[in-house]
């Protein structure tokens, strides 16, 4: 049987399949952003991008969404030609939003991790909460609303900022830190809560890298600290 005449049509329609799923694979616009490799839709087929990287396009607000260890992080930008990638708490976006921002980003993990990131001269920040009022300048209230006072009403409990590289001497035995947020906190003691907040609703920027170890899987993306 010959078999000869088939192989064009054969490599026309391997081709096409071809073509049809980098067509699938197209960028794609959610609100003023083009998600494209290596990040990925949860809507795209599973061949599209690196998994790691997946987001999420939010019906209600036209946003980009990563959700990573159950936190919720708004993405504000992407440059793909500099590989970072700027994200945000998404209650910072609404600024008649009271509630204190408590989502922590994961700054350290192994190579076999879903993210992976470089915490050299990071800085951060932790939101505390105190079961007594702080009178030490490096703690900054954070209370969003006038009638907040950094408080709870359920419970006596303040709400306070504070620089990561605050001295163990100085951290109040009633305080518990909730949240680790990273960006740009490296003089913060004494400053007003609105500037702290205008910090804070700038975002943070990440970089991503590529990587090649012996985990589970071979190869993949991971972000470090730009």
């Not at 699938?24 to 083009?34: E, F, I, Q, S």
């Not at 209600?60 to 990638?85: H, M, P």
């Not at 993210?115 to 951060?124: N, R, V």
């Not at 090649?212 to 470090?224: A, L, P």
Request: aromatic share 12%; proline share 6%; with cysteine.
């Amino acid at each position: 049987m010959n078999l000869k005449p088939q192989l064009p049509l054969i490599c026309l329609l391997a081709l096409i399949a071809i073509v049809r799923a980098n067509d699938d694979c197209a960028p794609l616009r959610c609100g003023n952003l083009t998600i494209g490799y290596p990040f990925r839709l949860k809507t795209q087929p599973r061949n599209c991008g690196d998994p790691r990287f997946e987001l999420d396009c939010e019906n209600s607000t036209d946003r980009a969404v990563l959700i990573i260890e159950q936190e919720k992080f708004y993405v504000q930008n992407i440059s793909y030609s500099d590989y970072t990638i700027r994200f945000v708490d998404p209650s910072l976006v609404d600024t008649n939003n009271c509630s204190i921002p408590l989502s922590s980003f994961p700054l350290s993990g192994s190579s076999c991790d879903q993210y992976m990131f470089e915490t050299i001269d990071y800085q951060f920040m932790y939101i505390v909460n105190c079961t007594t009022l702080m009178e030490s300048k490096v703690y900054i209230d954070a209370s969003r609303c006038i009638n907040g006072s950094g408080s709870s009403s359920s419970q006596q409990s303040y709400f306070y900022f504070l620089v990561g590289r605050t001295p163990a001497s100085e951290f109040d035995p009633s305080c518990t830190a909730v949240a680790r947020v990273p960006g740009d906190f490296r003089n913060i003691s004494g400053l007003p809560t609105s500037d702290v907040y205008e910090k804070l609703s700038k975002g943070f920027e990440m970089s991503w890298g590529y990587y090649n170890m012996s985990c589970e899987d071979d190869q993949g993306f991971f972000i470090v600290h730009m």
